[in-house]
């Protein structure tokens, strides 16, 4: 007799414009231009942002971060350092969100 595992791998077809960056959130990449970019909390679109902007691309990263987002994961994603997600964490806690 076989045993069934309490938690069946599901093959769900990721995206090669998505990656996931841990607590259920994810990035997806627009198809034409690899500077928009939106983050969604499972199938909820939580904003969307042009890579471009520094201040919109910054604040999309604290946001993450809250959300819970995996610092590295991220990281690789927006293809920055951890030191820079660091320092925009850094950053928010002195100056807020305006800094």
């Known amino acids: 007799m076989m045993q069934e595992t309490l938690f069946p791998n599901f093959s769900e077809k990721q995206n090669k414009n998505e ?9 997806i990449f627009n198809k034409n231009n690899h500077k928009f970019v939106t983050l969604k909390n499972k199938d909820v679109i939580i904003k969307k942002v042009d890579l471009s902007d520094k ?36 950053s928010k806690h002195k100056f807020g969100t305006e800094g």
């Open 55 to 90: 201040p919109s691309k910054k604040l999309l990263v604290i946001d993450a971060l809250e959300l819970g987002a995996n610092q590295t994961l991220l990281a690789k994603s927006l293809q920055i350092s951890r030191q820079t997600i660091h320092n925009y964490r850094g």
């Open 19 to 27: 990656h996931r960056i841990g607590a259920n959130l994810s990035l």
